[in-house]
């Protein structure tokens, strides 16, 4: 009877076990060395690693440029910043209830979630773009009605398709991320993925055999800006909106940039916009 | 922070809609996947090894992968290879179907087998073929003892048609998802979805409740 009963604890400390190192798994403590700083506080930040070139994985570490950016600003702003993917909508449940501290996601700001949450000054300029298959007609978001759209739940791309659309139409099709919904394209369910124009614009470089070619309608989407997402009221704000400014200054913000998208930054508009 | 039942009345037609969806997917694939469980039931408890092992292989393989998986692989692989064009609902019903009919098809060889041999071997030596027994003395017997675990399989199936989310079929879950992300609400639009699913078990658990009832022997 015992033995039974060891056993049967022993079993569940080894599950328990295993359960904590599936936790471990995404979390990624960067170090910046400025310890003796007062700041030096370790900050929970958490993304959605599901957006590459903003934020994927490789292996089980959250890399890409959204990732790059928050560690060099906080480690400018004097911060220690621990990474974790926690899927796109747990990000606002986490900084809405201050479980997390900042979020990295190629968050566009917009005035609906600025009512929720304090954004940093704009970091990229972006625009949603339309994904199609290289002999699709389709030319314009117009042509987009009466074809039915995929896309990444509660992002920017469902609002502009919705606007066209309208909200929660039949046609759109919602899914829990973009590489989801570029498959539903890939297998004939949908005519068109809308996202924003770097995932659509890396995903037709990195994959020319699936014969994809990207549609701009500047007309029918407005350019956006991606901002680091805080909760209300918080203090980092300020230290972070003054880090992002200084390494735009000190050309770290443009050697990242130039990493992950070998093009220079137009940081006019970007400071335009402050 | 305040419930905001505002959101859930904008949503409730979508609700609703998604509500019957789950409901036609629920019923469908409860309706396919028994006639396909009794077949493989019947066909796993084969004499001729054989012949049984193709069944032993399917019901292996869709017992010992997860559910979600073969969502995915029917979704993006088997139904575009077939029709050219991926389809949410088309496989949401074959996935859940193919699924439950390993479920039930363990669940109808236990039954079948748990009916003692002897009315086997008495209808036999009264002149009976093997299928005339089966038809006429073993399965009616085995079908009372089914209804329990069936029971508990179709309610299991018509909660994990939720799954079906991920691959954008419009059933209720999927409404709740977008209730969810365009407000980020957790509370209003997964409460909503609980409570439905609750309301939909309890009319099909009072459902077999009365077939029960009606099929107990005096």
Request: with cysteine; hydrophobic share 45%.
């Amino acid at each position: 009877m015992l033995k039974k009963v060891s056993f049967l604890v022993f079993a569940v400390v080894a599950s328990l076990l295993l359960i904590l190192t599936g936790c471990g798994k995404d979390k990624e403590v960067v170090t910046t060395g400025k310890e003796e700083d007062a700041n030096g506080k370790t900050l929970r930040i958490v993304t959605d690693a599901n957006y590459a070139p903003f934020e994927f994985l490789e292996g089980n570490k959250v890399v890409g440029f959204d990732i790059d950016f928050i560690k060099a600003v906080a480690k400018e702003a004097g911060y220690e910043a621990k990474v974790e993917s926690v899927g796109w909508d747990p990000i606002f449940v986490e900084i809405e209830s201050k479980r997390a501290d900042v979020a990295v996601s190629a968050i566009t700001v917009n005035d609906e979630r600025k009512q929720t949450y304090d954004f940093s000054v704009p970091y990229f300029l972006s625009t949603n773009k339309i994904l199609v298959p290289e002999k699709s007609d389709i030319k314009s978001g117009d042509e987009l009605k009466g074809n039915s759209i995929a896309v990444q739940t509660g992002t920017t791309g469902q609002e502009a398709v919705e606007k066209l659309l309208g909200k929660n139409h039949k046609d759109i099709k919602k899914f829990e991320n973009n590489n989801l919904a570029i498959q539903e394209l890939l297998q004939g369910g949908a005519a068109a993925v809308v996202a924003d124009n770097t995932v659509v614009e890396e995903y037709v470089k990195n994959n020319p055999d699936q014969k994809l070619k990207v549609v701009e309608d500047s007309q029918a989407f407005n350019e956006e800006f991606y901002g680091l997402m805080f909760p209300k009221g918080s203090e980092l704000k300020a230290d972070f909106d003054k880090a992002v400014n200084a390494i735009y200054e000190n050309g770290k913000y443009a050697e990242i940039y130039k990493e992950w998208f070998g093009v220079e930054p137009d940081l006019e508009t970007l400071k335009a916009q402050q | 922070m305040s419930f905001r039942w505002d959101i859930i009345f904008e949503y409730a037609p979508f609700l609703l809609k998604g509500a019957l969806l789950t409901i036609g997917l629920s019923v469908s694939s409860i309706l396919i996947g028994t006639f396909l469980g009794l077949l493989i039931g019947l066909g796993k408890i084969m004499r001729n090894k054989v012949l049984a092992a193709p069944f032993y292989f399917y019901v292996t393989v869709f017992r010992g992968t997860p559910l979600l998986v073969q969502i995915f692989l029917i979704h993006f692989g088997i139904v575009p290879f077939f029709t050219g064009e991926t389809n949410a609902v088309a496989a949401g019903v074959i996935a859940l179907s193919l699924n439950a009919a390993a479920y039930i098809a363990e669940i109808f060889r236990a039954g079948i087998q748990s009916i003692d041999n002897g009315q086997m071997e008495g209808a036999r030596s009264l002149g009976m073929t093997h299928a005339q027994t089966m038809i006429h003395v073993v399965l009616p017997q085995a079908f009372k003892r089914m209804i329990p675990p069936l029971g508990n399989e179709f309610i299991v199936l018509l909660k994990d048609s939720s799954l079906l989310c991920v691959i954008a079929a419009p059933e209720l879950m999927y409404w709740g998802k977008a209730m969810g992300s365009q407000y980020f609400k957790v509370w209003e639009p997964y409460l909503a979805c609980a409570f439905i699913y609750l309301f939909l078990t309890l009319v099909l658990s009072f459902a077999l409740n009365g077939l029960e009832r009606r099929l107990k022997t005096v």
